[in-house]
């Protein structure tokens, strides 16, 4: 009876830990996505160092499967604090010992698809520092290396989410393709894959924010890859398909939405110069 009160309250102390590692986590990245637009990300500077904290000083004998995935996500969520503020090595150090642990946990069940994923998040994660240090070859293996994981999980039969996943890095990789090493062919076909990827997921989920948002964002960027290709009138074409998206989000959404309004700005501007420059 003893022997069975005592692995029940181990039990409740194991959930207790992974319930306050999952709320750890949750805060950091809720908070984190509250703050960034309002350019006040150190705010969370003692949140994050408690987070690290709390697992540093978790006992080895204590650490799990579970708890080394929770800790991989702090990491991320540390690292996306680093990067925001600028502090750039801190944010690859932690990105990468992010990556290092999600490796380790792939490798004792290389089958597993979240494990697959979250080994994906981590690369496009170090591409992003890598991207933000003007290490663009760097980052873009990682981009490529994401989007060939998302590739293959969405072929074994992915949901929604995955195919979300992929879009994102279609749209990393066309973008350093573009600005980095002015592959505009390669860099069209990829952005263009992105839209009809997106154009699919927006059929079952037609008021998607995220995914609208994101449709937009692409179609900017295409219009770019048109614009220096030469092609004038495809590219205005898509800069009004870009702004009349981002305007309707804007209508329909909080009124301190400070990114669609980012977004937004940013095409305003590119239509501006293309009617400056002759319509």
């Known amino acids: 009876e003893e022997r069975g009160k005592a692995q029940e309250s181990e039990e409740a102390?194991?959930?207790g830990r992974a319930t306050a590692e999952t709320l750890i986590n949750s805060m950091l990245y809720d908070l984190k996505n509250e703050l960034e637009p309002l350019?006040?990300?150190?705010?969370?500077?003692?949140?994050?160092?408690?987070?690290?904290?709390?697992f540093a000083n978790l006992p080895s004998s204590q650490r799990t499967e579970a708890s080394e995935r929770e800790r991989s996500t702090?990491?991320?969520?540390?690292g996306e604090v680093f990067?925001?503020?600028?502090?750039?090595?801190?944010?690859?150090?932690?990105?990468?010992e992010s990556l290092e642990i999600r490796r380790e946990l792939l490798a004792s069940s290389p089958e597993d698809a979240?494990?697959?994923?979250d080994v994906s998040v981590s690369l496009e994660r170090k591409g992003d520092v890598l991207r933000a240090m003007g290490k663009m070859g760097e980052a873009r293996q990682h981009y490529s290396k994401s989007m060939k994981i998302r590739?293959?999980?969405?072929?074994?039969?992915?949901?929604?989410?995955?195919?979300?996943?992929?879009?994102?890095?279609?749209?990393?990789v066309s973008d350093v393709l573009l600005r980095e090493e002015k592959d505009l062919e390669s860099a069209e076909k990829i952005s263009s894959r992105a839209i009809q990827l997106l154009e699919s997921l927006l059929k079952s989920d037609p008021g998607n924010p995220e995914l609208l948002r994101d449709l937009a964002v692409l179609k900017m960027r295409l219009g770019d890859v048109?614009?220096?290709?030469?092609?004038?009138?495809?590219?205005?074409?898509?800069?009004?398909?870009?702004?009349?998206?981002?305007?309707?989000?804007?209508?329909?959404?909080?009124a301190d939405d400070l990114l669609i309004r980012r977004d937004h700005a940013a095409i305003l501007f590119r239509?501006?110069?293309?009617?400056?420059?002759g319509g």
Do not use: C, H
């Open 13 to 15: 102390a194991i959930l």
């Open 39 to 54: 350019g006040r990300v150190e705010l969370l500077d003692d949140v994050s160092e408690e987070a690290a904290t709390y």
């Open 74 to 78: 702090m990491l991320n969520n540390r």
């Open 83 to 96: 990067l925001a503020k600028g502090e750039l090595d801190r944010a690859e150090g932690a990105f990468e």
């Open 114 to 117: 979240n494990r697959k994923r």
């Open 151 to 172: 590739e293959e999980l969405l072929e074994m039969g992915g949901n929604q989410s995955l195919a979300s996943d992929l879009s994102v890095s279609l749209g990393k």
């Open 226 to 254: 048109w614009l220096l290709r030469g092609n004038r009138e495809l590219a205005k074409n898509l800069y009004e398909e870009s702004s009349g998206g981002l305007g309707a989000l804007l209508n329909s959404s909080p």
């Open 271 to 277: 239509l501006g110069d293309w009617y400056a420059e």
